[in-house]
């Protein structure tokens, strides 16, 4: 029986309140419940799922008041047997976070310590290790209610001038929050008492915290929410706990995220726009578009930019930097995109200029568009020539011909009837500004000029003109340096394998990438070593020099090629080099020493050779696979007759 119960309290369980009851991302909260914003083309739910089931979370209870419906579809759709148990409670009427907590406690499906999260969280943070800091503490002290989970911005980061921070006074000796207050842009002075310095030994002062929207509560904290009903928001709830703690005998502590842990509540536009940067940049990892299940057949193109196999660019597209488009959008001839996504079902024409925008699913947009700084929800037309620029389009919002508009919220309300807001002036709700990233870099540049790195993800035309680091392309560099060097000092390829897993390691990119950028670096080496050497460059010395590295490089490339799917990055790592190098006469001569040293496998290169994906390549990649495809004919031709022979 003892152990029964035992196996009951250990079993790790998380509570996730779809609806954030505090939010300015206008007006999505009125579409989808904030653990269904789409996030790229998945909801942000999927996310913190996958990162639930990373940490052997064994229970879900998923809290639902409002979009009861696309949530209870939602959760219908996923596959979750042998993952994770998920529970969808739904509740009329809830207003605010203590309401949920309340009837969450009064339904009594919580048993010991969980996990409470937000929905408009996003994280990779071990969470099995904080919950068992936190279990560990409950122990120590049996009033330990809840555990704040912080991230630490430093003083100096952008977020901290949007009411996003926080200081704490803790106890240093066991972590035991003393004093919590909010943060804003108004606040120049923490007034503290003097009674909290004496009662202590050790008070350390923190700033510059992001809170996360994950807490680690102990089983006390519904009954304490239950008992106290003006305790509605959590802010309410770590005030009346550390004014009251002697009569509720709670104390709260806190924990840093690890500083490689990355966590961010999506209370606004600008945060938004942050977390797509953020992602793009595979500060998330392994919350990557390479690693979600639901990404699969992304191809990776330069400078963080993704598109899926089932869209189709024009003749002369350009993507330039952190763009991502989304499965079956067809994007027109001469467009320009940058710092944009664009999403699933989305029609762009031609000659359309977009920048730092989202296109959030099924949007048309006409010839000679420029679309800056913009929001366009699901079922949006915009005719030709039409300019916005710091705008949010409602759902099924259409603009006319030849049209300018600027900082406006447009959409069409219940009655059917057209509706402008300026943004800059009142959030449609409130007496506040609507927090928009268009005014992120506007609103701050004087004031932090210098500190480049606060401004990652925004877009403000002199930042992006400058040049972005660009994880995946400083590791095919490093792999670069490394490969010509040990091929010049006969370096051992047993040594080369820990200097390319270091930087692996180093900028987080994932085995797949790995594969496809060893060997396109092989590929594209001898024509670096031909130009170094200041020897010709032809086809003849090119594939004279690529047949002494492939000798040398053997066990390098084959460390990494080793499955089917690494083929695959193989092959597409052959068609980019070819679609780059025009020195490369013969993709055969290539094709042949590949299979020759065992990297390529006969199923694989007939596959790829019977595959018949025109629909889903854009011109360009469509010119290349058709001349890769011409020139192996006669390797192909010679497999088939071998495996005929073998057959017989």
Known sequence: MAATELKKEEVRQAVVLADDFSTNLHP???????????????????????????????????????????????????????????????????????????????????????????????????????????????????????????????????????????LIAADNSNNKVLFHQKLSEKDRKVKLELQLFLDH???????????????????????????????????????????????????????????????????????????????????????????????????????????????????????????????????????????SVIGEGCNLGNNVRLENSYLLGKVRIGDDCIVKNSVLFSGCELGNSVEIDGCILGPKFELKLE??????????????????????????????????????????????????????????????EMPLTDDTHMFFTEVMESLMRGYQDKVKCENLILEINSSRYAYNVTIREVSYNVVKAVLSLPMEYLSNSGSEISSKSYQKTLK????????????????????????????????TLDTVSSILFVFKNLYNCDILSEEKILEWYELDDEDNDDVMQKQVRLKMKKDIQPLVRWLREAEEDSSD
């Not at 996923?78 to 409670?89: D, P, R, T």
């Not at 120590?140 to 001038?161: E, H, V, Y």
């Not at 490089?553 to 090629?561: A, E, G, R, S, T």
Request: glycine fraction near 4%.
């Open 28 to 166: 999505m909260q009125t579409l989808y419940p904030s653990a269904l914003m789409p996030v790229f083309h998945i909801p942000l739910l999927e996310y913190l799922t996958e990162t639930l089931v990373r940490n052997d979370i064994q229970e879900l209870f998923l809290y639902c008041s409002n979009h009861v419906e696309s949530l209870r579809s939602y959760v219908q759709s996923q596959n979750y047997k042998g993952l994770i148990n998920v529970h969808l409670i739904v509740s009329d009427g809830c207003r605010s976070l203590g309401d949920a907590l309340r009837d969450i406690d009064s339904k009594g499906i919580i048993r010991g310590d969980f996990i409470l999260i937000r929905g408009d969280a996003f994280t990779n943070a071990n969470l099995k290790r904080l919950l068992d800091w936190h279990r560990f503490k409950s122990k120590q002290d049996k009033g330990a209610a809840m555990t704040l989970i912080f991230r630490d911005l430093g003083s100096n980061n952008f977020p901290a001038k949007e009411n996003k921070t926080c």
């Open 201 to 339: 030994d050790c008070v350390r002062i923190h700033s510059g915290l992001l809170e996360t929207h994950i807490y680690l509560c102990s089983a006390s904290v519904l009954p304490l929410f239950s008992d106290n009903f003006d305790f509605q928001t959590m802010e309410d709830f770590i005030r009346g706990v550390l004014i009251n703690e002697e009569i509720l005998d709670s104390r709260i502590y806190w924990q840093k995220l690890d500083p490689e842990e990355y966590a961010l509540p999506v209370t606004s536009w600008r945060d938004y726009n942050t977390l797509i940067r953020d992602i793009l940049q595979k500060r998330g990892y392994p919350l990557t578009i390479e690693m979600m299940p639901s990404c699969m057949y992304f191809l990776y193109l330069r400078r963080c930019t993704y598109k899926h196999n089932s869209s189709i660019l024009g003749k002369g597209c350009t993507l330039e930097r952190d763009c991502v488009v989304c499965p079956n959008s067809n994007v027109g001839e001469n467009t320009r995109i940058t710092g």
């Open 403 to 464: 049209s300018v508009h600027t900082d406006s919220l447009m959409q069409i309300n219940s009655n059917d009837c057209i509706t402008y807001i300026s943004m800059s002036k009142a959030h449609p709700d409130t007496d506040q500004e609507l927090p928009y990233f268009k005014y992120t870099c506007t609103n701050e540049s004087d004031d932090d000029s210098d500190d480049l790195e606060d401004y990652s993800s925004s877009d403000e035309e002199s930042i992006a």
């Open 548 to 579: 002494l590295m492939l000798e040398y490089f053997d066990m390098v490339i084959l460390n990494y090629v080793k499955s089917y799917e690494a083929q695959t990055d193989c092959l597409r790592a052959i068609q980019d080099t070819a679609a």
